[in-house]
């Protein structure tokens, strides 16, 4: 007969497993970006152009976003621990696959390993927060959310300056390292993974709905493929073959899927989700959250035009967003835990769009570096309080624990359409405008996405405990 844990030893035994899930999304959200520095001497070596060569981080993103659900669905049916554990092994695996690509294999080979770093990397995420937000100590929830939120935005900005790092260490002829230096910190996540997290019982029986997987996945595909060449300020783009072909192509894919989920007895993805109001205001707020967090990426480009900072120096004013970005989610998580997601969340909406109208109104027109910092940290501020946490807690009110897996992988999955929509409206307004018009318009776009969340947030309630 066992003996009760001591409070100590629960303690323990939560910090283990709290730093075995950030360490898996550490990983995986560093190689969002990692590769960027290192793109342009791979192309090199295969001897390809910048248009084939953009898919090598092209073909992460997209497979990440298709296939967050299925993985999701995966883990609800056969077990956190056991998918969490497993997709760390695929990540480990398809690093090695970029890594050999160097070697033999060429393009093909690397995008190979790309598309299966992605299985990996898109299965950590839902597993860690649902995890977190259902089985985690009442009180402690929120700060993993917030902590989990951190992690992952954090490293997916910062991925491209880690990148930097490894080929400064062992030189830009040796960029395989930037692959292979991964797998030692994936066995150490796999060994804790096994010893720490527990293994708890499945309470949904069924297998996964192999058809609909499948046509979702391309459904999904298809859609991003089709949104990333819309021109927003242009509808004639609609009728382009790059746009025009991928969006039929989802329609087509959207009726079949919804067929094929109607038949199956273990749907691929619960169209309850669609009937729960909450669940359905998350969703939108999640798109919205998703372009303001992607506008972060315009930061040295904004800064480098407005306050004459030199070219490529302008991603150091990143830092000014990152601070306050990095530290905003665990405190916004242990308020969560005491009012809960609601006012958090209109907190962290409200100020980051106090950050882009104050940016877009006295720091572009002004030109004054040390206003663009303070309207930079004034945005951070209200970012790390908005993004991640306080939806992934929003969703998992509303529903069970048997399908929560699943339903942050939709919510996460529909952010990364708003990261994919947003960075083409908000480039728009930087072309649309004449000088700092542009980059006013394009602020000003960012506090609207904010607003909208904003907005939204005020028709959402929480269900009675």
Known sequence: MSTPKTASEQEQRFGAQLAVYLLGLTIGGLYVGMISPVRTVIQADFGIGSDAGIWMINIYTLFYAALIPVIGRVADLHGRKRVFTACLAVFAAGAVLCGLSASFGGMTLLLTGRVVQAVGACGMIPVANAEMGTSFPEGKRGLALGLAAAITGMSNVLGAAVGSAVLGLFGSQNWPMLFYVCLPFCAVAMVGAILFLPHRQVSEQGSLDLPGSVVFVLMVL??????????????????????????????????????????????????????????????????????????????????????????????????????????????????????????????????????????????????????????????????????????????????????????????????????????????????????????QGMLACAAAFCLAGLALLAFYRSPRK
């Open 222 to 439: 298809a859609l991003l493929l089709g949104l990333r060449e819309v021109d927003f300020f242009d509808l004639g783009s609609l009728a382009q073959p790059a746009v025009g072909g991928p969006l039929a192509a989802f329609a087509v894919l959207l009726v079949a899927f919804a067929l094929i989920e109607k038949r199956s007895p273990s749907p691929m993805f619960h169209l309850e989700f669609l009937s729960n109001r909450g669940v359905v205001l998350t969703m939108l707020i999640s798109f919205f959250i998703g372009g303001v967090v992607i506008s972060m990426t315009l930061i040295p480009e904004l800064a480098e035009a407005t306050v004459g900072a030199p070219v490529g120096s302008g991603g150091y004013y990143v830092m000014a967003v990152g601070i306050f970005a990095l530290f905003g989610p665990p405190l916004a998580g242990k308020i969560m835990d005491r009012i809960g997601p609601k006012l958090v969340l209109g907190f962290g909406l409200a100020v980051g769009a106090a950050g882009y109208v104050f940016l877009a109104l006295v720091a572009v027109p002004a030109q004054s570096p040390a206003l663009l910092v303070v309207g930079l940290c004034i945005m951070g501020l209200g970012m790390g309080f908005s993004m991640g946490a306080p939806c992934n807690y929003m969703v998992l009110e509303h529903t069970d624990d048997a399908h929560s897996t699943s339903a942050i992988a939709t919510i996460t999955l529909v952010r990364q359409l708003g990261t994919s929509i947003a960075p083409a409206i908000l480039v728009g307004f930087t072309t649309a405008g004449a000088g700092l018009a542009g980059y």
